[in-house]
C-alpha cells in the first residue's frame, strides 16, 4: 500500500525549459514533505522541502508546490540543466515522528 | 566530516546464506534508518532506532530480516536465510533531533544480490 505515489516513471527534459515532477499522498498526518535526488551508485541526497501549513517554498532554480486539499505536490525545475538528470524521490513525514516514507522515484533526463 | 558508512558495497551470495549489512551513521546522530531500494517499491523504509532503540519495525518484510543496534555509532541489518527477492539496494541513513531541518543523510548504499 503506497502512501507516497510518484505515477510517472521518468520524464524529459529539454535543457533550459522546466521540468515538472509530480507526488501524491494518501496520509493526512503528514507534516512536511520533501524531494530528494539520487544519482546512480550513490545515496539520496536532500534537495528541497515543505511544511504541510505552506502552499510553496523555493530555493535557487527548485520551487516545491503544495496542495493540501488535493493531496499532491511537485517540484518545479527551472532552467533545468543537464546536471539535474537524476532520480528525484518524494518523501512525506509522519507528523509528530520522523518516519520518513518516501515514493517510488521519477528518473528525469534532461537532453543538452 | 564523515558521512554515513556503509559495508559491504556490493555483495554478491547464495540464496540461503545469511548476510549481515553493516552502517556507521554519522557522529552525533541519535536517529538511524535502514531503507531498501527497488524497482517496484522505491525506497522502502524497514526500520528506524532512536538511541539505539528501535522504534518503528512495521517494514520488515518478514521474520528473516533483523536489525540491532548494539550502540551510537554501529547498526547491522541481517537477513537469514536470504533469497533471490532479497536483491536490492539498501540504504543506511541518520539524523539529529536537534537540528533544524528534516534533512535525513542517506549512505551510499549496499548493493545485495541473492543468486
Known amino acids: 500500500d503506497q502512501q507516497v505515489k510518484q505515477n510517472s516513471p521518468s520524464l524529459s527534459v529539454q535543457e533550459g525549459r522546466i521540468s515538472i515532477l509530480n507526488c501524491d499522498y494518501t496520509n493526512s498526518m503528514f507534516d512536511y514533505f520533501l524531494w530528494y535526488k539520487k544519482y546512480p551508485a550513490e545515496g539520496p541526497t536532500f534537495l528541497i522541502s515543505i511544511s504541510s501549513i505552506k502552499d510553496k517554498n523555493e530555493d535557487g532554480r527548485f520551487t516545491v508546490f503544495l496542495n493540501k486539499s488535493a493531496k499532491h505536490l511537485s517540484l518545479h525545475i527551472v532552467p533545468s540543466q543537464p546536471g539535474d538528470s537524476a532520480v528525484y524521490f518524494c518523501a512525506a513525514r509522519y507528523s509528530g515522528t520522523y518516519k520518513y516514507i518516501f515514493g517510488t522515484g521519477t528518473r528525469l533526463k534532461v537532453l543538452a | 566530516d564523515a558521512g554515513v558508512i556503509q559495508s559491504p558495497r556490493h555483495e554478491v551470495t547464495e540464496m540461503g546464506q545469511e548476510v549481515t549489512l553493516r552502517c556507521k551513521p554519522i557522529s552525533g546522530h541519535d536517529y538511524l534508518f535502514w531503507y531498501r531500494q527497488t524497482m517496484m517499491r522505491g525506497l522502502e523504509l524497514l526500520i528506524y532506532?532512536?538511541?539505539?532503540?528501535?522504534?518503528?519495525d512495521s517494514g520488515m518484510p518478514e521474520d528473516r530480516f533483523s536489525a540491532k543496534m548494539p550502540n551510537a555509532s554501529f547498526s547491522t541489518l541481517k537477513i537469514q536465510p536470504s533469497e533471490p527477492r532479497d536483491s536490492a539496494v539498501y540504504f543506511c541513513?541518520?539524523?539529529?533531533?536537534?537540528?533544524?531541518?528534516?534533512?535525513?543523510?542517506f549512505g551510499e548504499g549496499s548493493w545485495l544480490t541473492v543468486v
Open positions: 541513513a541518520s539524523r539529529y533531533t536537534g537540528s533544524s531541518g528534516n534533512t535525513i543523510y
Open positions: 532506532f532512536n538511541n539505539n532503540v528501535p522504534i518503528d
